[in-house]
């Protein structure tokens, strides 16, 4: 059982890599994907509770670039949809993407 009720956390929005825009920042806190897809992911740095910071697109916006344990790494859309972050409501924007 989980309990949620603690008010000095910041407020925590749930939502994908996908959503992010570039230079918005989020904790990894879970991939839905097969075991092999996601062992390499958590190979190449995403770990749950890791941040992740969204940067450049191909034209068309597929694939993206995503900034994790300080390597750029380039995911499709199809993927990055099944990796879910928690964004905190006041995240700064990573100047360096």
Do not use: H, W, Y
Request: some cysteine.
């Amino acid at each position: 059982m989980q309990l949620s009720g603690n008010c000095s956390q910041p407020e925590v929005l749930s939502a994908t890599l996908v959503d992010l825009r570039r230079g918005d920042a989020a904790i990894l806190d879970r991939i839905d994907l097969p075991v092999d897809d996601a062992r390499r992911l958590m190979e190449l740095g995403f770990l749950p509770g890791t941040r992740v910071t969204a940067g450049l697109s191909a034209p068309g916006g597929d694939p993206r670039v995503f900034r994790v344990d300080g390597s750029e790494i380039a995911l499709r859309r199809e993927t990055a949809r099944r990796l879910k972050v928690r964004i905190e409501k006041a995240s700064k924007r990573d100047p360096r993407v």
